[in-house]
C-alpha cells in the first residue's frame, strides 16, 4: 500500500526540480552511474568510500586526531 503523495504548488520548486529532466550524481556506486549514462541519463560519477574503509576502529581513531587537531586551531591543548 502506498500513501497519497499530496500536490504541489506551482511555485514549489521540488515540483520545478521534478517536473524537468533527470539529472544524476552518482556518489560511490559506479555501477548505477554506468547503467544511467548506458540509458542516456546525464550523470556525474563521484568516486567516494567511507573513511578508513568503514572500520569502526580506525574510524575512532580517525576521530581522535580530527579531535586534537580543531583542539591545536582553536589555542587549546596540543
Known sequence: MS???PPR???D??????AGPLRVIAVGL???ADELAAAGVPVVAV???PP???DPRL??????LEDDDDDS???GPA
Do not use: C, K, N, Y
Not at 574510524?59 to 581522535?64: F, G, H, P
Open 30 to 32: 559506479e555501477t548505477f
Open 13 to 18: 520548486p521540488v515540483a520545478a526540480l521534478l
Open 3 to 5: 500513501a497519497a503523495v
Open 73 to 75: 586551531r582553536q589555542g
Open 47 to 49: 568516486d567516494w568510500r
Open 52 to 54: 578508513a574503509g568503514g
Open 59 to 64: 574510524l575512532a581513531l580517525l576521530a581522535a
Open 9 to 11: 504548488s506551482p511555485g
